[in-house]
């Protein structure tokens, strides 16, 4: 039986490795091919050479990786019991359905409205000057730039970690209690480790987008929060030197291969409840 | 006490999640043409937006591709993620996520980029066809990704049981491990309709011959500052999912509750 | 299982559906047929009801495709794969087109309404003797105000900007070409420098207006100047346009010193396909009523004199949008630059916006 299922393990490959092939390993292979060429369309190590001696990339690609690195733990943190308190709820499907809506509303019309609702006159204003703060610039500023950043994040993270608490057998939880663990302990203990799948894929799929954000760092942060998105935006569309963003994306790439590295699942230890 | 706490937790991110979508629908009545100073009521912008057959025809394509790319790319992604679950090599596994998460890292215009010059090579007539090919190649990874964590989940014991009780492949398939990892699959096809509604940059670099989407018509509108049409757009079609998925639920609900008094008329 | 089965029979339903729907609404709005003209344009940027009275009177329905940034655009173009007619690049874009072999000549011949054109539109440096392209709009990069709070003698010359008064109060449109080059004109420098000293000094100007500069944006701009969200924005005219019809308080100033004049072409480019159709198109636009309807829908300046003169007299003695002659004669055009010059401009003004 093992040996059949073996066999056919190629099988399952078929459509997805041809996707692989014709979507990924195609791109990248581009991508890698024009960053070494410059302008002119000569042969060149220019561009990575520019990247890693030029201060101004170095800290826009501190920078993004700060940000991000925000952007994430914020959204793990506002994440992490908006699921666990979702899945407490009779009609948790419901709801989690109703977290994933406001992602179909087009992210340029939320920011917009973000902007309405931040601005001298707006919503959030009005609020502060009713409990007597009175007006504050907002718009922005980093912490104005992060908050909306989160916000169109947080659905990526909920869905996954709703998922792994979904997926945890509610029989560790009463065996942990039976043994006289207090509901910290339990959480920390059990809950916490069990569900640190989701919490992984959540980050993957939160941080690594983040790092390339661009839209947002000029819509919401008024450019004064500058990304490595920002710089492979200008290099696509503005100066049209495609040679030095492919060479950011490059490093992009290679970051991402980091963060999965450092985030993928390690070969579970002894003691594991499995 | 507890309780409290959480439900009141749980409003004031809801709150916060639907705050702007509020917005817009407020403005989209506004008698103003742009969303600054609320102007009184109108349902002109409905009006315009019903009459206009090109922006109609525009949010049909949107929603077409939408659907059929999540559709198509979560049956790829999950058999893919069944793929990867099953390599044994801890080397060949990284390596093939990495190379599922290269797209999700990828920035959208380097995407579209490259996507186009991948199309014009192959002599793909870019449209509707090359669109909806683009929208399943950067919706496949997020699938990967949902279903993933699930699988890991499953207990190799249980698919064990399984066999020894002599299930064939399909019947452990489509008995044991679908239905195990469907929630994953259901996110997985929700996260991939965010991407393909939200994407702007691949679309655009991709499409040609008169085909557009919703996320280019808004992005190259707002040179001239986005209409309110559009917020009544928003409006409708927010509207419209919302009945869809509480309708949905409601369906489902109603035919849970019935197989459940079933089954307690049986035992 | 079953349900899953079901529910992707549903969907595949579902897009069935869909699809018949767009194909009925496209062939109501009659978009299939060989009498068509593929357009590629900004978003919203023709009056749509000149589209529909264009077939009326002509028989060719209009394809309206979309871009939001003339780099884009050329990729597109330059990719091929694309059926465009008719593109509306800005002025170095045409050149940077032309010199790529991507636009085909216009026909003279066939053009019936050049002669509506003001002859001081024409012949301009980025396509001399108008060999390939038709001028559609024009304007000019300057200064919005907002009356409630900054009185207009503060603000009729480009270095006033840099006075200590407007700590944190300006709005700077997100644009190499144009913010380098505002820098530029107040070190009396060409727009179109490719000293690279000269840029370098431009950059360490700009610096100093950092600590003025309250964000750096875009199309947004717009958006933000209507709710008084700053008292100032450096802004071409055809944005400002749009947010003076939002905001009572809010004025334009070309500065007389010099600034930018930046036209919108209609060009032809490889591409195109249906020539009857153009060539039609070409003249029903050049047309003085339909220009000037064109006109007051879009609220850009037109070249056209003739349709110029069919505009109420508000807009068209309007010294803001329609400056007069001796502000025109300080204009300059954008010519286009050598790609290692362009981004000596963007890597000064990437510095910048760092350093803010």
Redesign the interface.
Known sequence: MRAVTKRRTWLYFIPYGLWLALFVVAPVALIIYQSFFD??HHFTLGNYSTYFQSA?YL??TLNSVWYAFLITLFTGLISYPTAYFLHQLKHRQFWLLLVILPTWINILLK??AF??IF????LANQFLTFIGIGPQQI??TNASFIFVATYIQIPFMILPIYNSIDDLNPAFVNASRDLGASNWQTFRRVIFPLTLPGVKAGVQAVFIPSLSLFMLT??IG???V?TLGT?IE?H??????WGMGSTIGVILIVAMIIVMTLTGDKKPKGGAPR | MSKKLANAYLILVFAVLYAPIVFLIVYSFSQ??????YHGFTWRHYQTLFSD??M??IV??T??VA??SS?IATLIGTWGALGINRTTKRVTRESLLTLNNVLMVSPDVIIG?SF??F??MLK???GFGSVLMSHIAFEIPIVVLMVLPRLREMSSSMLDAAEDLGATTRQLL??VI??FI?PG?FAGFFMALTYSLDDFAVT??V????F?TLS??I???????I?LEINALSGVMFLFSLLLVGGYYWIQQASQKRKHRKREVAS | ?KR?LSL?IG??A??GL??Y??QS??K??G?TGSKVL?LYN????IDPNLLTKFQRETGYHV???????N??M???IN?????YDLAVPSEYMVSKMKRAHLLQPLDKSRLTGWGNFDQQFLNQSFDRGNRYSMPYFWGTLGIVYNDKMVKASEVQHWDDLWSPKFRDKI?LI?S?RDIMGMSLVTLHKSMNTTDPQTLLAAEKRLNTLAPNV???????I???M????APLAVDWSG?AA?ML???SHLHYVVPREGSNLWFDNLVIPKTAQHYNAIYAFLNFMSEPKNAAQNAEY?GYATPNKKAKALLPKSVRDDQEFYPDQKTVDHLQVYRDLA??I??LY??RY??F??H?
């Open positions: 302008l002119g101004t800290k826009m920011a917009y902007i309405g601005s001298q006159a707006g718009l922005f000029r819509l008024g450019n004064k500058i710089a200008e696509f569309l503005t100066t049209m030197n | 103003g043409e742009t969303m600054t100073n057959a090109r109609l025809a049909a394509n929603l077409l659907l059929l559709l980029a186009l010059i199309f014009t793909i007539p870019l489509t008995q679908v239905p469907s699959i655009f670099f499409t040609g011959n008169g557009s280019v018509e992005y190259s509108r707002a040179r001239q500052g209409n | 299982m899953l992707i969907l595949l579902v897009c869909l699809a729907t767009s609404l496209e109501s709005s978009s593929n900004w978003g919203d940027y394809n309206v495709e979309t871009f939001d940034s780099e884009a050329y990729t597109k990719q091929g794969g694309t059926h709005m997100d190499a309250k964000a750096v944006v875009a199309d947004e717009k958006m933000y209507i709710q008084d969200e944005e749009e019809a939002g905001n879009i790609p290692n362009v981004e963007n890597d990437l510095e916006k760092m803010h």
